[in-house]
């Protein structure tokens, strides 16, 4: 009879946090709408769970309401970056998906927040309504290489101690990969030239390169020949037309109808929120 009565009722099934304070990526399965989360004095529990009810529920970015004590002495941008983090920016995601009792129907509601350093912090919604499920019929790009905007990098390092920083996060890739990333985007990887030091175009050019080291089967690339000279431009269309016949995707995001005219298979414009396709 309970049963009966509660069939068509929606329950916590699952719950995700994706490259959020100290998780990389993490899931808690639920049993019967359940979960139990069992530590130590200070293992992260009360943060854990405040990080889906209520923050993720109701979107209120107050940083008392992750601490267990209700202080404000943390920023919620502190949650992303530390003070001393070497990262620029980090992009992290709460998600919470809910099943429906005596059926396979499935709902997620997730929350994306992007901290940069001396920025806004910035959050959004996102709800997947149609069934699919997060980590199974959809989920976040596993394998990218992505250069956006600027890059940023420690000024007084140089571009191979740079990318060896990057390599170690994942541990895909070999000195050897790094080097030859940086060879084949026209810098000299044994160069003990500082960061700080290079030119615009060297400053791109390294960008790409810690894009493609991990040999992505997806690049995001945002206006990656800014900076550059025809010399320059000439490499790097080269580059990307080489990793376009190996099979990668690549998105492509140009101003420059050239760029567009040579590089791109299906073009889309986008104008006021408005997206057309002119392929």
Known sequence: RTKAMNSGKWQINRAGLVDFWYYDEETFECSEGRMLLRGSNGSGK?????????????GNMRPERLDPFGSRARKMENYLLEENDDRDERTGYLYMEFKRLGSEEYLTLGLGIRARKNKKLESWYFCVTDGRRVGKDV?????????????????YYSGLQNLRL??????KVTDDQIRKALKITGLDP?????????????????????????QPDILILDEPMNGLDKHGVADIRELLMEL?????????????????????DEVYEMELGNIRNFS
Do not use: W
């Open 139 to 155: 989920d976040y790009l596993p394998n990218a290489g992505i250069i956006i905007e600027t890059p940023g990098f420690i000024p």
């Open 46 to 58: 009360s943060v854990t769970m405040q990080s889906f009810i209520p923050l993720l529920l109701d």
């Open 190 to 214: 044994d160069s003990r030239l500082p960061v700080r030091k290079y030119s615009l175009g060297m400053r791109q050019r390294l960008g790409i390169a810690q894009a493609i080291m991990e």
């Open 166 to 171: 990057l390599a170690g996060i994942r541990r």
């Open 244 to 264: 376009k016949k190996q099979g990668k995707l690549i998105l492509l995001a140009s101003h420059n109808p050239a760029d567009i005219e040579l590089l791109c």
